[in-house]
């Protein structure tokens, strides 16, 4: 049995899925998140930078050690930006027969990760622009399978639309906010969760921004698969230092849901329907109303599924 050692961010549910599909096409897979999910790393990161480099670096060496003694068919990254290149270098010397492969969902303007794409025979980025200048390969993102494309219909909705995110850029909470209004006025039903972390609570209270009705914990599981089943369509504002498709555009499409986004890149795709997905203008919400009311048929987008996603990074 060929074997994967996949190196990756511990980002909720996903790498226990990706690992999942792995196994399913024949790999054995050994996973290493690529930071410990403790609150020293995430936070010395940002305040003790000089101490979490020596910490991440001495992480990696461990992974390292543990491993070199293991024959890979493949060593797969997600995100290759928090390994040094001497750790890369040490890595790939443990393992000169494996084909590296590193996936990117993060543009380079917001993590710069070229420095490491020499370590690795190929390189995918959810991120178009990146790839158009770079040389990468393309490729969006998955629905995990989380959400069945019955969903929909097992619910009557009871919310017109909702979004879920994490605050990066003050404009997505600025946005949110905006919108939130409109609904409220045109008799719309939204519903919002929006997570912030500490340090960009404190980065949007230096640019004068109050942050209301945020939450520093992630939605439940649960709670979110009910807040989408109710939902006739979500709403996706996308981090303005990237070109690529989020996961939460990914996944509604998948399940048949209407989309509005403010990434126009979306037009690109093969599944971009005009009736499923508006691009909204931030100074036009009101197109919104007539967009949800709309009939439309679900795109078929089997190509979007978790194991069609794994097979074309791994075979």
Not at 62 to 67: A, G, K, Q, S
Not at 163 to 177: A, C, D, K, S, W
Request: hydrophobic letters at 35%; proline letters at 4%; aromatic letters at 16%.
């Amino acid at each position: 049995m060929a074997r994967v050692l996949y190196i990756g961010l511990d980002y909720y549910h996903y790498p226990k899925m990706i690992c999942q599909e792995m196994v399913n096409i024949g790999y054995q897979v050994d996973f290493f998140p690529i930071e410990p999910r403790s609150f020293f790393y995430k936070a010395s990161r940002y305040v003790a930078k000089k101490s979490y480099k020596k910490n991440i670096d001495k992480y990696h060496k461990r992974i390292i050690e543990e491993t070199k003694s293991i024959h890979y068919d493949k060593v797969f990254f997600i995100t290759s930006h928090f390994m040094s290149n001497g750790n890369l270098n040490a890595l790939k010397k443990a393992h000169p027969t494996a084909q590296f492969i590193a996936y990117h969902w993060d543009s380079i303007s917001q993590y710069d990760y070229l420095e490491t794409t020499p370590f690795f025979e190929k390189v995918y980025s959810f991120d178009r622009e990146d790839c158009e200048k770079h040389g990468f390969n393309y490729l969006p993102l998955f629905a995990s399978g989380n959400y069945s494309k019955e969903m929909q219909n097992k619910v009557k909705p009871s919310l017109d639309i909702y979004t879920v995110g994490t605050i990066v850029q003050p404009e997505r909470y600025i946005l949110v906010n905006e919108f939130r209004e409109f609904c409220m006025k045109n008799n719309i039903t939204f519903y919002f969760y929006l997570k912030v972390t500490p340090v960009t609570f404190l980065r949007l209270l230096m640019k004068g921004i109050i942050p209301k009705n945020v939450s520093f914990t992630s939605i439940n599981t649960e709670k979110l698969k009910s807040i989408i089943s109710r939902s006739r369509a979500v709403l996706d504002v996308t981090n303005h230092k990237q070109s690529g498709l989020t996961m939460r555009i990914i996944e509604n499409i998948y399940i048949g849901k209407k989309v509005v986004t403010t990434n126009k890149n979306i037009k690109l795709e093969n599944f971009y329907s005009p009736n499923q997905v508006l691009i909204l203008p931030v100074e036009r919400f009101e197109i919104f109303k007539s967009f949800l009311d709309g009939e439309y048929i679900p795109t078929k987008s089997s190509e979007l599924a978790i194991n069609s996603w794994v097979k074309k990074v791994l075979l």
